[in-house]
C-alpha cells in the first residue's frame, strides 16, 4: 500500500489549507495517522482517525485542525484553519489497521512521502 499527500503549499498566517491523503489499494478499514516534521524537531501526532471514524487531536492543533474521510473519493483529509508560522513543517499521512496509540509514529507501518506546508506573510 502507498499513501501519497497533496494540498500543501505557501499560506498567510491566519489562513486554510487542506491536505488529502489517497491509498493505491484497498485500505478500509485502518487507522490513519496525520503527523509533521519541522526541521530540527521529532515527528509529531496531530491527529488520527479510529476505525469506526473517531478522531483524535494533539492539544497543539485541537479547534484549529479536522481530520476526517471523504468516503466517495476513498481519501482522508486534514482541514486546517487559523494557521500559524509554527505549523510550518512537512506534512505525513500513515496508515495502519492495528494502532493503539495513534500519536506514535512507530506504530504506523505505511507513510505517505509528505507535503510541505509553509505559513508566512
Known amino acids: 500500500v502507498q499513501l501519497v499527500e497533496s494540498g500543501g503549499g505557501l499560506v498567510q498566517p491566519g489562513g486554510s489549507l487542506r491536505l488529502s491523503c489517497a491509498a493505491n489499494?484497498?485500505?478500509?478499514?485502518?487507522?490513519i495517522g496525520w503527523f509533521r516534521q519541522a526541521p530540527g524537531k521529532e515527528r509529531e501526532g496531530l491527529a488520527g482517525l479510529s476505525k469506526n471514524g473517531n478522531p483524535s487531536y494533539a492539544d497543539s492543533v485541537k479547534g484549529r485542525f479536522t481530520i476526517g474521510q471523504d468516503n466517495a473519493k476513498k481519501t482522508w483529509y486534514l482541514q486546517m484553519n487559523n494557521l500559524k508560522p509554527e505549523d510550518t513543517a512537512t506534512y505525513y499521512c500513515?496508515?495502519?489497521?492495528?494502532?493503539?496509540?495513534?500519536?506514535?509514529?512507530?506504530?504506523?507501518?505505511?507513510w505517505g512521502q509528505g507535503t510541505q506546508v509553509t505559513v508566512s506573510s
Open positions: 500513515a496508515g495502519d489497521p492495528y494502532i493503539s496509540e495513534w500519536w506514535v509514529a512507530g506504530e504506523y507501518r505505511y
Open positions: 489499494s484497498y485500505t478500509y478499514p485502518w487507522y
